[in-house]
Protein backbone atom coordinates (compact mmCIF):
# COMPACT_ATOMS: atom_id res chain seq x y z
CA UNK A 1 0.00 0.00 0.00
CA UNK A 2 1.42 3.77 -1.21
CA UNK A 3 0.10 6.92 0.35
CA UNK A 4 0.90 10.07 -0.97
CA UNK A 5 2.32 13.21 1.03
CA UNK A 6 -1.04 14.52 1.52
CA UNK A 7 -2.63 11.54 3.13
CA UNK A 8 0.43 10.74 5.38
CA UNK A 9 -0.12 14.84 6.34
CA UNK A 10 -3.59 14.37 7.09
CA UNK A 11 -3.60 10.88 9.17
CA UNK A 12 0.02 12.32 11.20
CA UNK A 13 -2.82 15.20 12.23
CA UNK A 14 -5.31 12.50 13.18
CA UNK A 15 -2.31 10.62 15.81
CA UNK A 16 -0.97 14.02 17.09
CA UNK A 17 -4.42 15.00 18.17
CA UNK A 18 -4.59 11.84 20.26
CA UNK A 19 -2.04 14.05 22.87
CA UNK A 20 -4.45 17.59 21.97
CA UNK A 21 -7.63 16.42 24.45
CA UNK A 22 -7.82 16.82 28.26
CA UNK A 23 -8.14 13.72 29.98
CA UNK A 24 -12.30 13.54 30.81
CA UNK A 25 -13.06 16.50 28.14
CA UNK A 26 -15.41 13.65 26.00
CA UNK A 27 -16.94 16.36 24.07
CA UNK A 28 -13.67 17.89 22.72
CA UNK A 29 -12.68 13.90 21.94
CA UNK A 30 -15.84 13.39 20.23
CA UNK A 31 -15.55 16.37 18.07
CA UNK A 32 -12.03 15.60 16.86
CA UNK A 33 -12.92 11.68 16.29
CA UNK A 34 -15.96 12.66 14.15
CA UNK A 35 -14.02 14.77 11.84
CA UNK A 36 -11.79 12.26 11.45
CA UNK A 37 -13.69 9.35 11.13
CA UNK A 38 -15.68 11.18 7.91
CA UNK A 39 -12.08 12.72 6.22
CA UNK A 40 -11.04 9.38 6.73
CA UNK A 41 -12.78 6.28 7.41
CA UNK A 42 -10.60 3.60 6.29
CA UNK A 43 -7.13 4.61 8.56
CA UNK A 44 -9.50 5.47 11.25
CA UNK A 45 -10.91 2.31 11.70
CA UNK A 46 -7.53 0.92 12.07
CA UNK A 47 -6.48 3.39 14.13
CA UNK A 48 -9.40 2.35 16.83
CA UNK A 49 -7.69 -1.00 16.77
CA UNK A 50 -4.50 -0.12 17.30
CA UNK A 51 -4.87 2.39 20.06
CA UNK A 52 -7.04 -0.09 21.65
CA UNK A 53 -3.67 -1.84 22.25
CA UNK A 54 -1.25 0.53 22.27
CA UNK A 55 -3.07 3.85 23.80
CA UNK A 56 -3.69 5.25 27.09
CA UNK A 57 -6.56 7.57 27.58
CA UNK A 58 -9.52 6.09 28.01
CA UNK A 59 -11.86 8.90 26.61
CA UNK A 60 -10.11 8.26 23.14
CA UNK A 61 -10.96 4.22 23.56
CA UNK A 62 -14.68 4.62 24.39
CA UNK A 63 -14.93 7.36 21.23
CA UNK A 64 -13.34 4.40 18.70
CA UNK A 65 -16.00 1.91 19.93
CA UNK A 66 -19.02 4.37 20.19
CA UNK A 67 -17.88 5.77 16.49
CA UNK A 68 -17.07 1.98 15.01
CA UNK A 69 -20.15 1.35 16.43
CA UNK A 70 -22.40 3.55 14.71
CA UNK A 71 -20.40 3.52 11.17
CA UNK A 72 -22.08 2.96 7.84
CA UNK A 73 -19.48 0.31 7.30
CA UNK A 74 -19.98 -3.24 8.59
CA UNK A 75 -16.20 -3.85 8.78
CA UNK A 76 -16.38 -1.34 11.56
CA UNK A 77 -19.84 -2.26 13.57
CA UNK A 78 -18.36 -5.87 13.51
CA UNK A 79 -15.05 -4.67 15.17
CA UNK A 80 -16.69 -2.25 17.48
CA UNK A 81 -19.01 -5.14 18.38
CA UNK A 82 -16.24 -7.39 19.82
CA UNK A 83 -13.94 -4.44 20.86
CA UNK A 84 -17.20 -3.27 23.12
CA UNK A 85 -16.68 -6.57 24.94
CA UNK A 86 -12.78 -5.96 26.59
CA UNK A 87 -14.36 -2.88 28.37
CA UNK A 88 -15.81 -2.76 31.92
CA UNK A 89 -19.34 -2.10 32.83
CA UNK A 90 -18.68 1.95 33.51
CA UNK A 91 -17.17 2.12 30.38
CA UNK A 92 -19.83 0.31 28.01
CA UNK A 93 -21.94 2.74 29.90
CA UNK A 94 -19.92 5.68 29.28
CA UNK A 95 -19.84 4.54 25.14
CA UNK A 96 -23.68 3.93 25.10
CA UNK A 97 -24.26 7.26 26.28
CA UNK A 98 -22.18 9.34 24.26
CA UNK A 99 -23.41 7.06 20.95
CA UNK A 100 -27.09 8.38 22.16
CA UNK A 101 -26.06 11.66 23.25
CA UNK A 102 -22.75 12.66 20.08
CA UNK A 103 -24.06 10.36 17.52
CA UNK A 104 -27.44 10.42 18.38
CA UNK A 105 -28.44 6.97 17.47
CA UNK A 106 -28.18 3.50 18.35
CA UNK A 107 -27.87 0.88 15.83
CA UNK A 108 -29.61 -2.24 16.29
CA UNK A 109 -25.97 -3.78 15.98
CA UNK A 110 -25.10 -1.35 18.81
CA UNK A 111 -27.65 -2.75 21.26
CA UNK A 112 -27.38 -6.68 20.38
CA UNK A 113 -23.36 -5.98 21.32
CA UNK A 114 -24.69 -4.81 24.96
CA UNK A 115 -27.08 -7.42 25.08
CA UNK A 116 -24.19 -10.34 24.54
CA UNK A 117 -21.98 -8.10 27.09
CA UNK A 118 -24.08 -8.86 29.66
CA UNK A 119 -25.50 -12.18 28.86
CA UNK A 120 -22.21 -13.48 28.77
CA UNK A 121 -21.47 -12.23 32.20
CA UNK A 122 -25.52 -13.59 33.56
CA UNK A 123 -23.88 -17.26 32.63
CA UNK A 124 -20.98 -16.92 34.52
CA UNK A 125 -22.28 -16.32 38.15
CA UNK A 126 -18.68 -15.74 39.47
CA UNK A 127 -18.05 -13.30 36.62
CA UNK A 128 -21.80 -11.39 36.98
CA UNK A 129 -21.37 -11.21 40.54
CA UNK A 130 -17.78 -8.98 40.53
CA UNK A 131 -19.30 -6.96 37.52
CA UNK A 132 -22.22 -6.27 39.14
CA UNK A 133 -20.35 -5.19 42.63
CA UNK A 134 -18.13 -3.28 41.13
CA UNK A 135 -20.07 -1.45 38.50
CA UNK A 136 -23.69 -1.83 39.85
CA UNK A 137 -24.90 1.32 38.58
CA UNK A 138 -23.21 1.29 35.25
CA UNK A 139 -25.31 -2.10 35.19
CA UNK A 140 -28.28 -1.19 36.20
CA UNK A 141 -28.23 1.43 33.46
CA UNK A 142 -27.20 -0.63 30.88
CA UNK A 143 -30.64 -3.10 31.06
CA UNK A 144 -32.60 0.12 31.82
CA UNK A 145 -31.45 2.34 29.24
CA UNK A 146 -31.85 0.00 26.24
CA UNK A 147 -34.91 -2.01 27.72
CA UNK A 148 -32.63 -5.18 28.14
CA UNK A 149 -34.65 -8.04 30.35
CA UNK A 150 -32.08 -8.98 32.83
CA UNK A 151 -32.14 -12.69 33.99
CA UNK A 152 -33.66 -13.51 37.35
CA UNK A 153 -30.57 -13.97 39.32
CA UNK A 154 -29.59 -10.55 38.06
CA UNK A 155 -32.60 -9.03 38.56
CA UNK A 156 -32.83 -9.83 42.19
CA UNK A 157 -29.18 -8.85 42.89
CA UNK A 158 -29.47 -4.85 40.93
CA UNK A 159 -32.95 -4.25 40.75
CA UNK A 160 -35.01 -6.37 43.85
CA UNK A 161 -31.78 -5.98 46.43
CA UNK A 162 -32.13 -9.38 47.13
CA UNK A 163 -28.54 -11.14 46.32
CA UNK A 164 -29.40 -14.86 46.47
CA UNK A 165 -27.82 -16.55 49.30
CA UNK A 166 -23.75 -17.49 48.57
CA UNK A 167 -23.45 -14.91 45.72
CA UNK A 168 -20.83 -12.11 46.54
CA UNK A 169 -23.57 -8.99 47.08
CA UNK A 170 -25.03 -11.60 49.89
CA UNK A 171 -21.98 -11.82 51.14
CA UNK A 172 -20.94 -8.07 51.03
CA UNK A 173 -24.62 -7.66 53.07
CA UNK A 174 -22.81 -10.30 55.14
CA UNK A 175 -20.03 -8.07 55.96
CA UNK A 176 -21.55 -5.34 57.15
CA UNK A 177 -23.11 -7.24 59.72
CA UNK A 178 -20.16 -9.06 60.93
CA UNK A 179 -19.11 -8.02 64.43
CA UNK A 180 -15.77 -8.31 64.72
CA UNK A 181 -12.76 -7.54 62.29
CA UNK A 182 -11.61 -10.73 62.46
CA UNK A 183 -14.94 -12.08 60.77
CA UNK A 184 -14.42 -9.07 58.09
CA UNK A 185 -11.50 -10.33 57.50
CA UNK A 186 -12.55 -13.43 56.94
CA UNK A 187 -15.10 -12.48 54.22
CA UNK A 188 -12.75 -10.18 52.19
CA UNK A 189 -10.56 -12.69 51.88
CA UNK A 190 -13.03 -15.54 51.30
CA UNK A 191 -14.72 -13.61 48.50
CA UNK A 192 -12.13 -11.18 47.19
CA UNK A 193 -14.48 -8.17 47.76
CA UNK A 194 -12.82 -5.14 46.10
CA UNK A 195 -11.48 -2.59 48.65
CA UNK A 196 -14.04 0.69 47.25
CA UNK A 197 -17.00 -1.81 48.23
CA UNK A 198 -15.45 -2.92 51.50
CA UNK A 199 -14.62 0.63 53.49
CA UNK A 200 -18.66 1.98 52.19
CA UNK A 201 -19.63 -0.91 54.08
CA UNK A 202 -17.29 -1.54 56.74
CA UNK A 203 -17.96 1.32 59.74
CA UNK A 204 -13.85 1.08 61.14
CA UNK A 205 -11.38 -0.06 59.30
CA UNK A 206 -9.34 -2.31 61.44
CA UNK A 207 -5.12 -3.34 60.70
CA UNK A 208 -6.58 -6.81 60.10
CA UNK A 209 -9.43 -5.73 57.73
CA UNK A 210 -6.86 -3.16 56.14
CA UNK A 211 -4.65 -6.41 55.67
CA UNK A 212 -7.34 -8.64 53.78
CA UNK A 213 -8.05 -5.84 51.78
CA UNK A 214 -4.74 -5.10 50.41
CA UNK A 215 -4.40 -8.97 49.90
CA UNK A 216 -6.99 -9.09 47.90
CA UNK A 217 -6.49 -6.23 45.76
CA UNK A 218 -4.99 -5.96 41.93
CA UNK A 219 -1.70 -3.91 41.39
CA UNK A 220 -3.96 -1.43 39.92
CA UNK A 221 -6.15 -1.49 42.51
CA UNK A 222 -3.64 -0.94 45.20
CA UNK A 223 -1.72 1.85 43.14
CA UNK A 224 -5.21 4.02 42.52
CA UNK A 225 -5.95 3.86 46.35
CA UNK A 226 -2.40 4.32 47.54
CA UNK A 227 -3.88 7.57 48.57
CA UNK A 228 -6.88 6.36 50.41
CA UNK A 229 -4.51 3.73 52.07
CA UNK A 230 -1.59 6.33 53.48
CA UNK A 231 -4.48 8.15 54.87
CA UNK A 232 -5.85 5.01 56.93
CA UNK A 233 -2.38 4.02 58.04
CA UNK A 234 -1.59 1.03 56.05
CA UNK A 235 1.73 1.89 55.26
CA UNK A 236 2.41 2.63 59.43
CA UNK A 237 1.36 -1.46 59.57
CA UNK A 238 4.24 -3.73 58.71
CA UNK A 239 1.99 -6.42 56.98
CA UNK A 240 0.05 -3.86 55.34
CA UNK A 241 3.11 -2.06 53.79
CA UNK A 242 4.59 -5.34 53.07
CA UNK A 243 1.62 -6.52 50.87
CA UNK A 244 1.70 -3.09 49.45
CA UNK A 245 5.20 -3.58 48.44
CA UNK A 246 4.75 -7.10 46.61
CA UNK A 247 1.77 -5.35 44.76
CA UNK A 248 3.96 -2.75 43.23
CA UNK A 249 6.29 -5.53 42.07
CA UNK A 250 3.67 -7.44 40.63
CA UNK A 251 2.81 -3.99 39.05
CA UNK A 252 6.07 -3.75 36.60
CA UNK A 253 4.87 -7.30 35.26
CA UNK A 254 1.32 -6.56 34.62
CA UNK A 255 -0.06 -5.82 31.31
CA UNK A 256 -3.03 -4.52 32.90
CA UNK A 257 -1.17 -1.24 34.53
CA UNK A 258 -1.46 2.21 33.54
CA UNK A 259 1.72 3.38 33.70
CA UNK A 260 1.05 7.31 34.74
CA UNK A 261 -1.21 6.07 36.96
CA UNK A 262 1.87 5.34 38.66
CA UNK A 263 3.37 8.20 38.58
CA UNK A 264 0.36 10.36 39.19
CA UNK A 265 -0.33 8.20 42.25
CA UNK A 266 3.74 9.16 43.26
CA UNK A 267 2.97 12.12 43.07
CA UNK A 268 -0.42 12.59 45.46
CA UNK A 269 0.23 10.26 48.04
CA UNK A 270 2.70 11.40 51.02
CA UNK A 271 4.63 7.83 50.70
CA UNK A 272 7.89 7.37 51.75
CA UNK A 273 11.01 7.52 49.33
CA UNK A 274 10.99 3.29 48.82
CA UNK A 275 7.43 3.13 48.22
CA UNK A 276 7.81 6.25 45.81
CA UNK A 277 11.09 4.65 43.83
CA UNK A 278 8.89 1.55 43.17
CA UNK A 279 6.12 3.32 41.76
CA UNK A 280 8.54 5.11 39.25
CA UNK A 281 10.31 1.65 38.14
CA UNK A 282 6.55 0.53 37.34
CA UNK A 283 6.49 3.25 35.43
CA UNK A 284 9.49 2.65 33.52
CA UNK A 285 8.36 -0.85 33.54
CA UNK A 286 5.37 -0.02 31.34
CA UNK A 287 6.63 2.37 29.26
CA UNK A 288 9.71 0.09 28.08
CA UNK A 289 6.54 -2.16 26.94
CA UNK A 290 5.68 0.62 24.74
CA UNK A 291 8.71 0.28 22.25
CA UNK A 292 12.29 1.32 22.55
CA UNK A 293 13.69 4.45 20.70
CA UNK A 294 16.77 3.50 18.58
CA UNK A 295 17.01 7.21 17.02
CA UNK A 296 19.18 9.70 18.45
CA UNK A 297 17.35 11.75 20.13
CA UNK A 298 17.90 15.52 21.99
CA UNK A 299 15.05 17.14 24.16
CA UNK A 300 15.21 21.05 24.58
CA UNK A 301 12.87 22.19 27.54
CA UNK A 302 11.77 25.87 27.17
CA UNK A 303 12.77 27.71 30.78
CA UNK A 304 12.47 31.35 29.36
CA UNK A 305 9.75 33.70 31.49
CA UNK A 306 6.32 32.11 32.71
CA UNK A 307 7.64 28.52 31.32
CA UNK A 308 7.07 26.62 34.46
CA UNK A 309 4.43 24.39 32.92
CA UNK A 310 7.47 23.50 30.27
CA UNK A 311 9.63 22.69 32.64
CA UNK A 312 7.32 20.19 34.42
CA UNK A 313 6.22 18.53 31.18
CA UNK A 314 9.69 18.83 30.43
CA UNK A 315 11.14 16.54 32.81
CA UNK A 316 8.04 13.69 32.83
CA UNK A 317 9.50 13.54 29.10
CA UNK A 318 12.82 13.16 29.45
CA UNK A 319 12.06 10.54 32.16
CA UNK A 320 10.00 8.79 29.36
CA UNK A 321 12.71 8.98 27.26
CA UNK A 322 15.57 8.11 28.92
CA UNK A 323 14.34 5.08 30.09
CA UNK A 324 13.60 3.54 26.64
CA UNK A 325 16.31 4.95 24.56
CA UNK A 326 18.95 2.58 23.02
CA UNK A 327 20.54 5.76 21.02
CA UNK A 328 22.00 9.10 22.22
CA UNK A 329 19.44 11.12 24.33
CA UNK A 330 21.14 15.12 24.75
CA UNK A 331 18.50 17.38 26.79
CA UNK A 332 19.27 20.87 27.57
CA UNK A 333 16.81 23.36 29.34
CA UNK A 334 17.43 26.87 27.57
CA UNK A 335 16.28 30.87 27.49
CA UNK A 336 18.67 33.15 26.08
CA UNK A 337 21.90 30.24 26.28
CA UNK A 338 21.39 26.62 26.47
CA UNK A 339 22.08 24.61 29.86
CA UNK A 340 23.16 21.49 29.31
CA UNK A 341 20.83 19.04 31.66
CA UNK A 342 22.00 15.23 33.00
CA UNK A 343 20.84 13.08 34.84
CA UNK A 344 22.42 10.00 37.10
CA UNK A 345 19.28 7.79 36.24
CA UNK A 346 16.11 7.44 34.18
CA UNK A 347 13.64 7.78 36.98
CA UNK A 348 11.73 10.92 37.12
CA UNK A 349 12.96 11.25 40.95
CA UNK A 350 16.61 11.59 38.68
CA UNK A 351 15.75 14.19 36.48
CA UNK A 352 13.81 15.96 39.27
CA UNK A 353 17.05 15.98 41.17
CA UNK A 354 18.94 17.64 37.72
CA UNK A 355 16.23 20.44 36.77
CA UNK A 356 15.91 21.04 40.44
CA UNK A 357 18.11 24.26 39.92
CA UNK A 358 16.62 25.47 36.47
CA UNK A 359 13.76 28.14 37.58
CA UNK A 360 11.61 30.32 34.49
CA UNK A 361 13.20 33.16 33.95
CA UNK A 362 15.06 35.11 30.93
CA UNK A 363 14.52 35.97 27.43
CA UNK A 364 13.86 33.08 24.73
CA UNK A 365 16.63 31.30 21.91
CA UNK A 366 14.81 28.02 20.35
CA UNK A 367 18.00 28.05 18.98
CA UNK A 368 20.49 28.29 21.12
CA UNK A 369 20.40 24.48 22.44
CA UNK A 370 20.88 23.36 18.81
CA UNK A 371 23.70 26.01 18.43
CA UNK A 372 25.38 24.17 21.04
CA UNK A 373 25.04 20.78 19.81
CA UNK A 374 26.12 22.16 16.63
CA UNK A 375 29.73 23.45 18.12
CA UNK A 376 30.12 19.94 19.88
CA UNK A 377 29.27 18.18 17.12
CA UNK A 378 26.13 16.78 18.48
CA UNK A 379 24.58 14.65 16.09
CA UNK A 380 20.90 13.34 16.52
CA UNK A 381 18.14 12.27 14.02
CA UNK A 382 14.78 13.82 16.05
CA UNK A 383 14.48 17.08 18.67
CA UNK A 384 11.53 17.32 20.71
CA UNK A 385 11.29 20.73 21.65
CA UNK A 386 8.81 21.51 24.69
CA UNK A 387 7.60 25.38 24.44
CA UNK A 388 5.22 27.89 24.22
CA UNK A 389 6.97 28.89 20.45
CA UNK A 390 8.03 32.61 21.09
CA UNK A 391 11.32 32.67 20.20
CA UNK A 392 12.58 36.66 21.23
CA UNK A 393 16.33 36.72 21.19
CA UNK A 394 19.16 35.32 18.77
CA UNK A 395 20.53 32.71 17.04
CA UNK A 396 17.12 31.81 16.17
CA UNK A 397 16.16 27.98 15.76
CA UNK A 398 15.20 28.15 12.07
CA UNK A 399 18.57 29.65 11.08
CA UNK A 400 20.55 27.37 13.13
CA UNK A 401 18.42 24.10 11.92
CA UNK A 402 19.49 25.15 8.22
CA UNK A 403 23.39 25.53 9.47
CA UNK A 404 23.34 22.04 12.04
CA UNK A 405 21.84 20.33 9.16
CA UNK A 406 24.82 21.17 6.49
CA UNK A 407 27.29 21.21 9.10
CA UNK A 408 26.53 17.45 10.18
CA UNK A 409 24.99 16.31 7.40
CA UNK A 410 21.72 14.95 9.04
CA UNK A 411 18.38 16.72 8.78
CA UNK A 412 16.65 15.64 11.95
CA UNK A 413 12.67 15.61 12.55
CA UNK A 414 11.42 17.72 15.18
CA UNK A 415 8.25 17.81 17.07
CA UNK A 416 6.91 20.70 18.87
CA UNK A 417 5.23 19.63 22.43
CA UNK A 418 3.28 23.46 22.77
CA UNK A 419 2.55 24.41 26.22
CA UNK A 420 0.90 27.52 27.47
CA UNK A 421 -0.15 30.33 25.82
CA UNK A 422 1.10 28.84 22.65
CA UNK A 423 1.61 30.24 18.88
CA UNK A 424 2.66 28.81 15.51
CA UNK A 425 5.92 30.93 15.34
CA UNK A 426 8.42 27.93 15.50
CA UNK A 427 6.70 25.39 13.20
CA UNK A 428 5.88 28.22 10.57
CA UNK A 429 9.60 29.03 10.75
CA UNK A 430 10.88 25.69 10.21
CA UNK A 431 7.96 24.83 7.42
CA UNK A 432 9.44 28.09 5.18
CA UNK A 433 12.68 26.25 5.34
CA UNK A 434 11.35 22.43 4.53
CA UNK A 435 12.02 21.10 7.74
CA UNK A 436 9.90 17.93 9.05
CA UNK A 437 8.30 19.38 11.99
CA UNK A 438 4.94 17.98 13.95
CA UNK A 439 3.20 19.57 17.13
CA UNK A 440 1.55 17.90 19.67
CA UNK A 441 -0.76 20.17 22.18
CA UNK A 442 -0.11 19.72 25.40
CA UNK A 443 -3.10 20.21 27.50
CA UNK A 444 -2.70 19.47 30.87
CA UNK A 445 -3.26 15.81 30.96
CA UNK A 446 0.03 13.48 31.69
CA UNK A 447 -1.98 10.51 31.21
CA UNK A 448 -1.44 11.25 27.56
CA UNK A 449 2.33 11.33 27.43
CA UNK A 450 2.94 8.17 26.83
CA UNK A 451 1.16 8.92 23.31
CA UNK A 452 4.82 10.11 22.66
CA UNK A 453 6.44 6.61 22.92
CA UNK A 454 4.79 4.94 19.38
CA UNK A 455 5.95 8.30 17.63
CA UNK A 456 9.84 8.86 18.68
CA UNK A 457 10.16 4.57 18.75
CA UNK A 458 10.02 3.91 15.15
CA UNK A 459 12.29 4.80 12.24
CA UNK A 460 10.11 7.20 10.38
CA UNK A 461 6.43 8.73 10.73
CA UNK A 462 5.61 6.09 7.31
CA UNK A 463 6.31 3.23 9.54
CA UNK A 464 4.06 4.22 11.96
CA UNK A 465 1.84 4.69 9.91
CA UNK A 466 1.98 1.61 8.30
CA UNK A 467 2.19 -0.58 11.49
CA UNK A 468 -1.17 1.22 11.89
CA UNK A 469 -2.81 0.60 8.94
CA UNK A 470 -1.76 -3.22 8.95
CA UNK A 471 -3.49 -3.89 12.18
CA UNK A 472 -6.65 -5.61 11.32
CA UNK A 473 -10.08 -5.64 12.15
CA UNK A 474 -11.55 -8.03 14.31
CA UNK A 475 -14.01 -10.16 12.25
CA UNK A 476 -17.21 -10.99 13.81
CA UNK A 477 -18.02 -15.52 13.20
CA UNK A 478 -21.31 -15.16 14.82
CA UNK A 479 -23.91 -13.96 12.70
Not at 82 to 91: G, N, V
Not at 134 to 156: F, T, V
Not at 274 to 290: F, G, S
Not at 413 to 429: F, S
Amino acid sequence: MTMNTEERDLRLEILNSLLTTPHRELKEVAELHQMFSEIDPLFYGHLAVWYQRNGDVRDHKEVFVGNLLTSNLTEHRDAGFLMLQEFPPYQVARIVDFMKQQRHKLPRSARTAVRRYLEKREKNPAFFDRAAVRGRKAMKHLYASLHIKPSERANAILFLEKPPEGSLPFKIKQLAKAKTPIAQAEIIAEYNIPYTIAVGAIKQLTPTVLVALINSMSPQEAINNLKSLQSRGAMDIPEAKALIDSKLEEAQKSDRVSAFKAMKAAEVAAIDEATATQLEQVVNVQVKQRGKITRSTALFVDKSASMTVALEVGKQIAALVSGITEADLFVYAFDAIAHPITAKGSMLSDWEKAFERIFPTGATSIGAPLEAMRQQHQTVEQIVVVTDENENSEPYFSTVYARYCQELKVAPNIVVVKVGQHNDYLEYQLRQCQASVETLTFAGDYYALPNLVPMLSRRSRLELLMEIMETPLPVRQDK
